[in-house]
Structures are given as C-alpha cells and as structure tokens.
C-alpha cells in the first residue's frame, strides 16, 4: 500500500535530477506517473526501471514551451487514467550569464520554459482539477527566486515568477479544493550544478548550514509530503529546503 495508490500524477522535467528523484518517489508510493521532457531515451530508461521496481508509468516527450503539445500531453494521460491528482513543474533550464552578455534570447528562453513551460502545464490541468474539485500544482522554483544571484537575472526572475503565479492559482483554486504550492531548493548535485567549478561550489558549501549540499532525494521528500493529505492545509507558500542557506 503506497500513500499514493490510485493518484494519476505528471512531473515534468523528470529525464534527470530532481524530477526523476520525484517521479520515482511518487510511483513507489503507488501512483501512476507520467513522466515528461525532451530526451525520449532517458524517459524510457526511466520508465522501464520504475515498472521494473512494480511501479506504474508512462512517458512524453515535450518541450514545456510548446503550449500545443503540453495541452495534448496532459488531455491523452486524463483520457487514459480518468483523473489527474498531481501535477509536479520541474522543468527548468539556466543560461547564466551577467546582464551586460546576456542576449536577448538567453532571457526569453529561460522564461519560457521556466515560467511559461509552468503556465502552460497549469492551464491543462486546471480544468481537469476544477471538474473534480481536488488536485495539487506543485511548482519547483529556486532560493535565488527570493535572494536573487549574479549571473542569475533571467533564471532568478523566472523562479520569482514561478513564486507569483503559485500565489496567484492557490487564491483562484483554493475553494475547489485544489492547493498549489512553490518549492524553492537550495545548492542540489545535479547535471543543472555539476558544470560549476570547484572554487564557486566551496563558497555555496560554506554558505549552507548543514555544509552538504542537497539531494534530488532531499526535494522528492518535501514533495512527497506536500502532495499527501498531511499537508492538506498548505497551500500559497514557498517551501525552501536548503539545508539553511538563505
Ligand atoms: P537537471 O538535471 O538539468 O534537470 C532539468 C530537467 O528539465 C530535465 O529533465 C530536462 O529534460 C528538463 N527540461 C529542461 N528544459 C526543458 C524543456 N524545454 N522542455 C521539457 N523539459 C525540459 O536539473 P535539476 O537540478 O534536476 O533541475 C530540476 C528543477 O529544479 C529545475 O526547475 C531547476 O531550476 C530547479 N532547481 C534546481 C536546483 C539545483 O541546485 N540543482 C536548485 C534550485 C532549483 P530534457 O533535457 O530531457 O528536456
């Protein structure tokens, strides 16, 4: 018996890192999860390795900036599982660089697939969830979302954003009974920060409390809560899980 026996749950982004940690989480708990992004082959991987553990799950490929796809993605998983209990708004992608090298298409895309990518898979689900009256919108944003970063303009708004728009859906939702919530990581070892170099992950190491950095398996665990029935009563905040950070 899982805690999430007979949910229908999508998490986007889930090829990689955090959302495959949460993906994997939700199907040993005994949800049918549908796992999305770009690279088909590790989606498949990914699959066949949670129906290897006795899971359930699906995948689809998608760019989240395609508002189209996401539409028809999220309408074939409902045609084919009857409800969508959870939605989980991984996706994320950085182009760091400082405002002065920053091209116009560095900032359009991280906000695209960041903010919009969360809009669009929204949208889809709203519906559903408003017909059923319940659902959980999970939206992944980032601590730099509320501190802000150098280097960081494009991907720091767009997670501020994420942080709005959750505000904004739990006060249009909440009386359906749909909770939405942001979750804000801090430092997490994943292929997003591996490229940092050595000197830079020291200083982030030192700024962290605990002084380790996170696991995707830390942010699948407050997700996991989140999503359940003991959380029943939250929705409208940011859940920041950085080990003490900021
Ligand atoms: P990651 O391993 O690079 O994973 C990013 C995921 O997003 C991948 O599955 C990738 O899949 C997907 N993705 C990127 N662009 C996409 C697009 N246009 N359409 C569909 N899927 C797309 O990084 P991660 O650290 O796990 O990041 C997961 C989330 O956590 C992101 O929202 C990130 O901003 C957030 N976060 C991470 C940290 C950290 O320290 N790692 C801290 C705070 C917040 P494909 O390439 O297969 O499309």
């Known amino acids: 018996m899982g805690i999430f026996d007979g949910k229908n749950v999508i998490v986007t982004g889930a090829s990689s890192g955090i959302g495959k940690a949460i993906a994997f989480k939700f199907a040993t708990e005994g949800a049918f999860v549908a796992l999305v992004s770009r690279s088909e082959e590790k989606l498949r991987e990914n699959v066949e390795n949670i129906k290897q553990a006795g899971g359930k799950a699906v995948f689809y490929t998608a760019d989240v900036r395609d508002f189209d796809r996401v539409q028809e993605i999220v309408k074939d998983f409902h045609k084919n599982v009857g409800s969508i209990d959870i939605l989980v708004n991984n996706a994320g992608a950085t182009r760091d660089k400082f405002l002065i090298q920053m091209k116009e298409e560095d900032f359009t895309e991280i906000i695209d697939i960041n903010l919009k990518g969360t809009f669009n898979f929204s949208k889809a689900v709203s519906r559903i969830m408003l017909r059923q009256k319940s659902g959980v919108i999970i939206n992944i944003s980032s ?25 904004s859906l739990a006060k249009e939702l909440g009386s359906r009974n749909i909770r939405v919530i942001a979750v804000a990581p801090g430092f997490v070892e994943t292929a997003m920060t591996s490229g940092l170099p050595e000197e830079v992950k020291e200083t982030y190491l030192q700024s962290i409390a605990v002084r380790r950095f996170g696991t995707p398996e830390d942010i699948a665990n407050v997700v996991k809560f989140l999503a359940s029935p003991d959380a029943g009563y939250i929705s409208g905040q940011v859940i920041v899980v950085d080990g003490g950070m900021i």
Do not use: L
């Open 143 to 167: 601590v730099v979302g509320i501190t802000g970063n150098p280097g960081q303009a494009n991907y720091a708004a767009s997670k501020a954003g994420i942080i709005a728009f959750t505000k």
